[in-house]
């Protein structure tokens, strides 16, 4: 996710005016209302709570400097998502105006807290640490939930430090508590909270660093170098407590020590499995074409394949490979005989959306099964798929990922966003999808509610008792989502719609921005 353009100079806080009065704080909502992509969560597809806030600048920009002066409060929900292993990410889902007064306000300070650490060049930094460093043995290791557990108070020493702007760091301080209720934990997903998360973590990072330490840093994942075991022992032993000073715990799962050695081999298996691959389908796909020359003498000549098409079929060899691994073995062993093949599904899925065959419905769901973060590529896939080759049916991929017994928010959320882009409806499996998208909109969630009355409008299912339920029950979260539904669904009764229309100016946009799109495409 991007970051919002940079604000006008501010003037240093607490500066006098003309008149010798002390200058007000600014903080520059409309910026940042005016670049929506700067508050979409990431890893989450383009909510429609947000979407057709599109042309609402000035609206959102008001309201986001009411919640900033403490005038209104932060609507907001939070929602279950996946992580790597069983269990679950808590993900706040504020409203849209509010993620624009936490992004805004994060912004105003932002040259004074210090680089931030998701750098493209970072990441290449920490990824190749191993390899530049000489040391013996290397060490790992992450923080448990590290977000989750930010003391709002400690957080807050470390911007006054950083900031001098008591002011920001206050207002900062009030919006963080009514989203967390606990004192603790930055809202996920965002940009203005990674680079909150920096400053909290480098005291860490700098600590070691004085205790003659090599580390190098990417978020809450450490690398530090060392000449021996027992060197290694001293790193994890300091960074416990130094965790411990800021309330944060390390990961007994993620610290590892291990030879330089061994990771620089691991590495090389890891390539030379996916070279190895490379080459059988290159061989594979070589081809041999026979010539007759000027003087009518048959020469042969070998043809080599392209980098596609040579990396289509790498692909296509491994998913089809990693399915087979998988599925002969119980559930609970199958971690153990990926190996290398986990790193590369999502690349795979990725590469083969323009492959003109198209990956069974049973490989997609045994890879969305087996790893659930990776339902946003499959869902992606599926999409594009649709677009490309509308010959194609989209729909038992769909209905066999919606009929899934494991469905978090999160899953429901790209699953509604993919039947909203899927356009094509001609198949048998049209109608249960459909009538798994009315479940949804019942969902306790309300931002699941309002993605699944989006995809129900989309597709001329949503109900006029339907939506004023919905309307009934939604809050400042939600409600000009569902008048951006009501101005896509047909026959909506025009009492209605002015009684939604006429209950706010978001309302009112919202519901323009979806005419003004269907008067576009017409």
Same mark, same amino acid.
């Given at each position: ?57 000035? /609206? ?79 060490? &790992? ?63 860490? /990072? ?37 965790? &411990? ?92 005989? /990926? ?13 083969? &959306? ?51 017994? &494991? ?12 039947v909203a882009r899927t356009n094509v409806r001609n198949s048998w499996s049209y109608l249960p999808v459909l009538d798994w998208v009315d479940q949804q909109v019942g969902d306790r969630h309300e931002v699941v509610r309002a993605q699944a009355a989006w995809a129900a409008s989309c597709h001329g299912r949503l109900s006029e008792g339907n939506l004023t339920k919905l309307y009934t029950h939604a809050s400042p979260l939600s409600q000009h989502a569902l008048a951006a539904c009501m101005a896509k669904q047909e026959g909506i009764g025009k009492g209605i719609i002015q009684s939604i229309k006429q209950d706010g100016p978001m309302n009112r946009k919202a519901f323009d921005w979806v005419q003004n799109k269907e008067n576009s495409t017409s």
């Open positions: 996710m991007g970051v919002a353009s940079r604000t006008a100079p501010q003037k240093p806080h607490g500066g006098p005016n003309k008149k010798g009065a002390p200058m007000a704080y600014r903080i520059d909502t409309i910026s940042v209302a005016k670049e929506l992509d700067s508050v979409k969560l990431e890893h989450l597809p383009g909510l429609i709570v947000d979407e057709c806030l599109t042309d609402c600048a000035k /609206e959102l920009s008001a309201t986001a400097d009411m919640i900033l002066s403490g005038a209104m409060t932060l609507p907001h929900e939070t929602l279950a998502m996946p992580k790597k292993k069983f269990e679950p990410r808590p993900v706040i889902v504020a409203s849209t105006a509010a993620r624009v007064a936490y992004t805004a306000l994060v912004n105003s300070v932002s040259d004074s807290l210090g680089p931030k650490s998701r750098e493209e060049e970072n990441w290449q930094k920490h990824e190749s640490f191993t390899a530049r460093n000489e040391s013996n043995y290397i060490v &790992r290791f992450d923080i448990v939930s590290f977000y989750e557990y930010i003391d709002h108070d400690v957080l807050s020493q470390q911007l006054l430090t950083h900031t001098l702007n008591p002011e920001a760091v206050q207002k900062l301080g009030r919006v963080l508590n009514s989203m967390t209720k606990t004192g603790r934990g930055l809202p996920q997903l965002l940009s203005a909270s990674d680079h909150l998360s920096d400053v909290y973590i480098s005291t860490l /990072e700098r600590r070691l660093a004085r205790d003659g330490y090599p580390t190098v840093r990417y978020a809450d994942d450490f690398t530090a170098a060392c000449p021996d075991w027992e060197t290694a022992n001293v790193i994890i032993e300091r960074a416990a407590e130094y965790a &411990r000073d800021l309330g944060l715990v390390l990961s007994s799962e993620k610290t590892v020590i291990k030879k330089r050695s061994t990771i620089i081999a691991e590495a090389e298996a890891g390539a030379r499995f996916i070279n190895d691959y490379i080459e059988t389908a290159k061989s594979a796909l070589m081809v041999e074409v026979f010539l007759w020359s000027r003087y009518g003498e048959m020469a042969k000549e070998s043809q080599t394949p392209d980098d596609k098409e040579a990396m289509e079929a790498t692909m296509w060899s491994l998913v089809h490979d990693w399915y087979k691994r998988v599925t002969e073995v119980e559930p609970e062993d199958s971690f153990h005989v /990926e190996g290398h093949y986990r790193p590369l599904l999502r690349k795979a899925i990725g590469l083969l &959306r323009g492959c003109e065959e198209r990956i069974p419905e049973d490989i997609l769901h045994e890879i969305v099964f087996k790893h659930p973060l990776f339902l946003d590529s499959v869902c992606g896939y599926v999409t594009a798929r649709a677009e490309t080759y509308p010959r194609e049916d989209p729909w038992k991929a769909i209905h066999k990922l919606s009929a899934m017994g &494991r469905q978090s928010p999160w899953a429901k959320l790209w699953l509604l966003d993919t």
